[in-house]
């Protein structure tokens, strides 16, 4: 697929591990015209941390069983504290905060995508998936919908990421945002801000890409290691002894796309941090005067650099899961009715239905491909035999009882060769095409368009 698309507490002092400024998100300068306070770094992205919060510990309140208020308190935001659940501090990880309004006091909700998604039981807007996902996580246990094969912890989570972060990034401040009479350069983004309309518009883009502001001087592995808390040292990037969640953690996209880049085949995340990097020293470089043509087609230039390669890291999470639920399929085959086998499955297939939801929600049309990728994985996993295909006017699921095993295991073949042909995945992860000799008269078998 080709893809178009038109303060804070940061680093100052760079310890030994960060080897060169010019890799690093920040500090850059005041630019504002006329502005006499005493802010000397223009960087600021709080709310899209504080969203990047959110998300994590809506994840785990949903998968600790916590009763809705609490979660829907993560999701709407709240002015009573609310207790960061993840990431929280060890002794061999210590992070700043454990209140997530110390960081930003927002919320999910209001900047959830507002189209509707076609590809889950109801056809309501992306904020009413999220919404109601929630909803029903609460009448579970531990957000696992056993019947339904639902692992609503994944579920809500992969595709609040895509909803939230990459819609509003690249649907949103790399898109909109840069045009000429949008959120202007030569003044301030509103009154009493000491940054520019085109400064916080950027900034707020790279919040949502979720990198450490020095991880693109860092390899890969040691970004997948900060994410998942095992290298206090390398995060600390300012020596501190915490871990400042504003500026040296690594959240979502930017943590997958470590997790990819590791494997030494892609560089997602260095290209797209360094395209954040490069594009913000476009802006700091007009001085608080507006944006010429050509500087703001080359900042058009580096979103979609950024938005092609984040759109390939949701793509290469696809087929990474469908690898996955491919796997859980055969396994359940040989060990029918083997409930850790089918937690298992079912946490694998909200993993790839979230992140297949997200590729809807950056503003570009998927048109037919987004009909076939939502048709191949259907409204849900196989259990039993059995799978759901709709919602009634009361909001009860329909669920098919005929089911087929084996035609889903060709269904996840197919989207892993889709997401090669149209995205370009090149990490793949878990790739189960590579192993099958006769692969072509695998694939021509069956119905290609519909999960029956």
Not at 322 to 333: I, N, P, Q, R, T
Request: hydrophobic share 35%; proline share 2%; glycine share 10%.
């Amino acid at each position: 697929m080709k893809y178009l698309i038109g303060g804070a507490v940061f680093i100052t002092t760079i310890a030994a591990n960060v080897a060169f400024a010019a890799d690093v998100y920040g500090p850059f300068p005041i630019t504002l015209k006329g502005y006499e306070g005493d802010a000397t770094n223009s960087v600021s992205y709080s709310g899209q941390v504080g969203r990047q919060l959110l998300h994590n510990s809506l994840k785990k309140a949903i998968s600790n069983g916590a009763a809705m208020n609490v979660t829907k308190a993560y999701f709407n935001g709240s002015d009573s504290e609310l207790t960061l659940l993840d990431p929280v501090s060890t002794e061999d990880f210590r992070i700043d905060v454990t209140n997530i309004n110390d960081i930003s006091k927002t919320n999910l909700s209001g900047k959830a995508y507002k189209g509707t998604i076609n590809g889950w039981p109801g056809a309501m807007t992306g904020k009413e998936v999220l919404e109601s996902m929630i909803e029903r996580a609460a009448q579970t246990e531990n957000g696992y919908d056993a019947k339904h094969g639902y692992d609503y912890a994944q579920l809500v989570s992969k595709f609040t990421m895509g909803a939230v972060f990459y819609h509003q990034a690249c649907d949103n401040y790399l898109d909109e945002k840069l045009e000429a009479d949008n959120k202007p350069n030569n003044k301030p983004y509103k009154d009493g801000a000491y940054f520019t309309g085109k400064e916080h518009s950027w900034d707020e883009g790279f919040g949502y890409w979720g990198a450490a502001a020095h991880g693109a001087t860092l390899s890969a592995r040691v970004n997948y290691d900060i994410a998942k808390k095992k290298d206090m040292t390398s995060a600390d990037a300012n020596g501190d002894g915490v871990v400042n969640l504003k500026s040296e953690m690594n959240y979502a996209h930017a943590y997958y796309a470590s997790a990819y880049d590791k494997g030494g085949v892609t560089d997602y995340y260095n290209t797209i941090t360094k395209a954040f990097i490069d594009g913000r020293q476009i802006i700091t470089d007009a001085n608080g005067e507006a944006l010429s043509d050509s500087a703001r087609n080359d900042l058009k230039a580096k979103a979609r650099v950024i938005c092609s390669n984040w759109e390939k890291v949701i793509a290469e999470s696809v087929f990474k899961y469908a690898g996955s639920v491919y796997s859980d399929l055969e396994e359940l085959k040989a060990n029918p009715g083997d409930e850790k086998l089918m937690r298992t499955h079912a946490k694998h297939w909200g993993e790839l239905k979230g992140f297949a939801l997200s590729l809807h929600t950056s503003g570009q049309n998927l048109g037919e491909l987004g009909t076939r990728i939502d048709r191949l994985i259907g409204l849900g996993p196989v259990v039993n035999g059995s799978a759901v295909t709709g919602v009634d006017g009361g909001g009860n699921y329909f669920v098919m009882g005929d089911a087929d095993a084996d035609k889903y295991m060709v269904h996840m073949l197919k989207l892993q060769k889709l997401m090669e042909d149209e995205f370009g995945v090149t990490a793949k992860n878990n790739d189960k095409l590579a192993g099958i000799s006769n692969i072509s008269e695998i694939l021509g078998a069956g119905d290609s368009a519909e999960n029956d």
